[in-house]
């Protein structure tokens, strides 16, 4: 997995502006793999942490999401 960031990079890391927004993005909680971000139609961006429970709400661009979850510790990553 390579960890999501928004600013530098390094072999472990891929730059935001790189994303494609097709990609699966799974979140970790203090090395947990807790969730996972998705786009809902007509709603827009929101981390689901499992069933209908989100962590911020719905955003409209990935990332707003990405950045709302600051906050609350949660490292993003793709395969």
Do not use: H
Not at 52 to 70: I, K, M, Q, V
Request: glycine share 10%.
């Amino acid at each position: 997995m390579k960890k999501i960031i928004i600013e530098k990079e390094n072999a472990d890391t891929i730059n935001f502006s790189l994303l494609d927004k097709s990609t699966p993005i799974f979140a970790k909680k203090d090395n947990v793999l807790c969730g996972m971000i998705v786009q809902e139609l007509g709603k827009g961006w929101i981390l689901r942490l499992g069933g209908s429970s989100g962590a911020t709400g719905f955003y409209g661009s990935l990332r707003e999401c990405l950045s709302s979850c600051d906050r609350y510790e949660y490292e993003f990553y793709i395969v």
